[in-house]
């Protein structure tokens, strides 16, 4: 299936919607996404997990709008949660709790008893104190649950320090002896059934060597539970699985890459094993169905640089200053006589840290045009922030030739009234 960005004439679409005609009736900046591709990232998972005893779930901090939520999950996915606030998000988008994980190092008393009393598909449990705290709560209701240790198996998935988690020196899981300690805990735990296995060792990860690496690990680890008598049935593969953030609209074949090579190469590890196989994804659901729609302000030029100032701003896409991550820029309208100048864009936060893309070769913007800055799909709008008293944007989603809005800008206004003055 083609890429649903695509130039027409010099106008950037998504699916059949011509964005800078969309875009007249709109306030800049806002987010776009592509329900078309959505799906399509969604059958790329199930396709890979076919020939096995497989399901997917969709980790909500990627993006917890509803309208995605709903379409995911029609899509045959569960959810992969970490906080009460994503169980009561994925419960009210229809999620069955026989569909929800609920990973983190640090879940409340509060939130396991909320997982407890819905009775969820797994708690994965990443420290001894977190099992006897949800040993007591079990007991307590009187209620048995099922649960999977994470284990953090020390192995390096090559991504930005920040997104990897596998390694020892990271805060998740625990490391294999000590798993077994408390897999022999649980096992004498009335309460708690445990059932499955749990690792995810970081995001963004464009390689399969790792995840190989991982999944041996996990069968050796799951090999030795077994002499002691301790039968895992599911083995909750976690996610990460990186997407290419290459330019998708002028590339459009590259942009979804990775999944089924890392997705295939994973997999094939739990070949002839009767395992019960979950995956925990969020950024390559979702990633390269989104956009942010963002209006040039100014441009200016000092001694040492040019620089395209937008009105989209850190506080709306992170992901450039907190991890210097590199996101495709488009404008979506292209002038082909435009000049191509190198060009900082830049938002209007006022922190030097703010920008979405720096000393990029683009064709030249003046003020009033609009860029697209591509894969802002994932961990675009939900690491968003109100800084500077900026709104959060409105986000759109686009099915085929239709596009609603599906969810409203927070304002300041809104934000004040919840203060006392
Ligand atoms: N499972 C667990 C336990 C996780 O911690 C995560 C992500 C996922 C699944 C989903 O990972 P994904 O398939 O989306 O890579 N804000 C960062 C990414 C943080 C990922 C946190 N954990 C970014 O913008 O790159």
């Known amino acids: 299936m083609n890429y649903p960005y695509h130039y027409k004439n010099g106008r950037l679409f998504c699916e059949e919607v011509d964005i800078a005609e969309a875009a007249e009736n709109m306030e800049t900046p806002f987010y ?51 906080s009460g606030g994503e169980l009561y998000f994925a419960r009210r988008a229809g999620f069955v709790p026989e569909e929800i994980v ?40 009187k209620q048995k649950t099922a649960i999977a240790i994470r284990i953090n198996p020390d192995i390096d998935a090559q991504t930005h320090e920040y997104i990897s988690t596998g390694l020892h020196s990271n ?27 749990h690792m995810h060792i970081g995001s963004q990860i464009e390689n ?28 909750d593969l976690g996610g990460g699985i990186g997407i290419n953030y290459e330019d998708p609209f002028e590339k459009p074949e590259k942009a979804r890459t990775f999944t089924q090579h890392i997705l295939n190469d994973y997999l094939a590890v739990f070949k002839n094993r009767s395992l019960k196989l979950f995956l925990e994804v969020g950024r ?40 210097r991550a590199h996101h495709p820029i488009a404008a979506v309208r292209k002038e082909t006589t435009a000049p ?52 959060m944007v409105a986000e759109y989603l686009v099915d085929g030739s239709s596009i609603r809005k599906i969810s409203p800008a927070l304002t300041p206004e809104e934000l004040a009234d919840r203060f006392e003055w």
């Open 32 to 82: 776009l996404y592509s329900s078309r591709e959505i799906r399509h990232s969604c059958q790329i998972i199930r396709e890979a997990g076919s020939p096995y005893h497989f399901k997917p779930f969709y980790a909500l901090k990627a993006n917890y709008n509803p309208a995605l939520l709903k379409l995911i999950r029609e899509e045959g996915f569960g959810a992969d949660i970490v």
């Open 102 to 141: 609920f990973a983190g190092v640090g879940k409340t008393e509060q939130e396991l008893r909320a997982a407890l009393k819905e009775e969820i598909a797994s708690i994965n449990i990443e420290s001894e104190a977190e099992l006897l705290l949800l040993s007591r709560i079990a007991a307590n209701l």
């Open 171 to 197: 805060k998740f899981g625990v490391d294999a002896e000590s798993a077994m300690q408390l897999y022999r805990m649980a096992a004498a735990d009335p309460w708690l059934e445990p059932e499955g296995i």
């Open 208 to 235: 399969g060597q790792p995840y190989v690496d991982a999944a041996r690990f996990l069968l050796n680890f799951i090999e030795r539970l077994a002499a002691e008598g301790i039968r895992i049935s599911t083995v």
């Open 284 to 323: 390559s659901v979702v990633g390269s169905a989104g956009v942010l729609i963002s209006r040039v302000i100014y441009t200016k030029t000092t001694p040492a640089k040019h620089f395209t100032i937008v009105d989209a701003a850190m506080n709306n896409l992170i992901r450039p200053s907190l991890y």
């Open 340 to 391: 191509v100048v190198t060009t900082d864009v830049v938002g209007p936060v006022c922190e030097t840290g703010d920008f979405l893309a720096r000393e990029r070769a683009l064709p030249a913007l003046k003020e009033g045009d609009l860029i697209a800055v591509g894969g802002a799909g994932a961990y675009g709008q939900s690491l968003a922030s109100l800084y500077n008293l900026r709104p």
